[in-house]
């Protein structure tokens, strides 16, 4: 079962999130020189990127990333590099290197051998990863119906980052594949709000994984930790 860490509001949950990326961060630093971080997007770790843009860590050998990102331009309100660079990128962390998922091409077909070359610059595997959950159970961009869904959630897959279309995803997606999650020393999930709370009990039941592709993850990672608040 996964370690399931019940807080009592976003604020605990920022803090408590924010001491497992650093802790996973500095230990990376102090055992190989650098770090790399892959953190979700959406609304949910405006709060913990907040707090750990605070935190005393060696900043300029860390590398950060997202786990999946929209083809959108930076300037797009729903741009998750937007999100990082007006939240994460701040205070001590502003000394921190960024590989953004997306860039100018029309399309992530278009992008993806640009994508993949900016993130050779990065050191891997990750020290860290950072998951959201959404209502449908989907992660990163493993969403119920993609694409390339079934290939995106093999332990095996040999391609780290993916396309990804989904009737439900919106824009076309990006995203970094379950071997590349699975792969990070420390990997753990952020969820928010007592809606969120059957989602998860209902992943962690029977079923297939690409109906909640969540599950993918609870079932590779049986020890998960799970960072949730009402």
């Known amino acids: 079962m996964p370690e399931l860490h019940e807080l009592k509001d976003s604020a605990e949950v920022a803090r408590a999130v924010a001491d497992f990326v650093a802790a996973a961060l500095s230990a990376r630093v102090a055992r190989s020189g650098y770090a790399s971080l892959a953190v979700s997007g959406g609304r949910t770790p405006t709060r913990f990127f907040e707090e750990l843009s605070t935190r005393d860590l060696p900043w300029d050998k860390i590398a950060i ?9 930076e300037t797009s309100d729903r741009s998750n590099a937007r999100l990082v660079r007006q939240h994460l990128l701040q205070n001590k962390a502003a000394a921190a290197k960024f590989v953004p998922l997306a860039n100018d ?35 990163a961009s493993f969403f119920p119906n993609g694409d390339h869904l079934e290939e995106a959630i093999d332990p095996d897959a040999a391609l780290g980052l993916l396309p990804m279309r989904a009737p439900d995803a919106g824009e076309p997606r990006i995203t970094l594949t379950l071997p590349v999650l699975l792969g990070a020393d420390a990997l753990a999930l952020h969820i928010e709000g007592e809606a969120k709370k059957p989602v998860l009990e209902k992943a962690l039941g029977e079923g297939p994984a690409t109906e909640m592709p969540i599950r993918a993850v609870l079932r590779a990672k049986p020890g998960l930790d799970i960072f949730w608040c009402p």
């Not at 990333?65 to 331009?73: A, F, K, N, S």
């Open 65 to 73: 990333t997202l786990v999946d990102e929209r083809w959108v331009r």
């Open 105 to 139: 091409a029309p399309t992530p077909e278009d992008g993806l051998f640009a994508v993949n070359e900016a993130l050779e610059e990065m050191s891997w595997p990750l020290a860290c990863a950072i998951l959201g959950m959404g209502d449908d159970g989907h992660t």
